[in-house]
């Protein structure tokens, strides 16, 4: 049973766009973060929720908009895609140990 | 600002030899630092982690070790094997609550 599930894994769409991401969590923490990872492999971190409270936006555009319907869901919705958001978005959940990542949703935007 | 800097970028060793990756944090309040694994195509994993705390720590072939004054941390991996080729991020942690990733460190172990 994986304790963190994000769906879809790949995902295809064309620029302006509208998709989502969606990640669910089975271990009941209580903070659940998106990060971004790039064609380098940087891992860049974008929002992350404390008991569906947005804690930290790592000034990310406004196209991106997280949402938490409850403190084991936190999706990623993002509005008119751009070829630059072509990536690997890796939902995570975590405390004062180390994060436990999702599979990861390689997006690629044509 | 919220820095990591990791080196190096790529690291090629034989099967057999240690392999050294080194990490740099800026934030002297950082009191965390996980090692994570990235195999091609997966999801980073937490491999080993030391907190401020202690100067060292060792698990099998992988050992990290802190300097907290020259805020310097580094990932030790003794008789490489070609299952340890991937990606290795080191991280610090910021504000109590946030990682903040090294650029990462390819490694290749040769058979």
């Known amino acids: 049973d994986t304790a963190v599930s994000q769906t879809p894994k790949y995902l295809v769409t064309q620029m302006g766009n509208d998709k989502s991401i969606k990640c669910e969590q089975n271990?009941?923490?209580?903070?659940m973060y998106w990060y971004k990872q790039d064609s380098k492999k940087f891992l860049k971190i974008m929002f992350s929720?404390?008991?569906?409270?947005?804690?930290i936006n790592e000034t990310v555009p406004n196209r991106f908009s997280p949402k938490s319907p409850d403190k084991a869901h936190l999706n990623l919705h993002i509005n008119s895609l751009e070829l630059g958001d072509s990536a690997v978005y890796f939902c995570?959940?975590?405390?004062?140990?180390?994060?436990?990542f999702g599979s990861g949703t390689r997006l690629t935007v044509v | 600002g919220e820095n990591v800097e990791q080196h190096p970028s790529t690291l090629s060793v034989q099967e057999g030899d240690s392999a050294v990756i080194k990490c740099t944090y800026s934030?002297?309040?950082?009191?965390?630092f996980p090692w994570y694994k990235q195999e091609l195509g997966k999801r980073p994993q937490l491999i080993i982690d030391?907190?401020?705390?202690?100067g060292e720590k060792k698990d099998q072939r992988i050992a990290v070790t802190l300097n907290k004054t020259a805020k310097h941390f580094s990932l030790h991996i003794t008789e490489t094997q070609p299952e340890d080729s991937a990606v290795y991020f080191c991280a610090a942690r910021y504000n109590t609550d946030k990682l903040i990733f090294g650029t990462g460190t390819r490694l290749q172990v040769f058979p």
């Open positions: 271990l009941g923490h209580d903070t």
């Open positions: 929720y404390n008991n569906k409270e947005l804690i």
């Open positions: 030391i907190r401020s705390n202690v």
């Open positions: 934030d002297s309040a950082s009191n965390y």
């Open positions: 995570a959940i975590g405390g004062l140990d180390g994060y436990t």
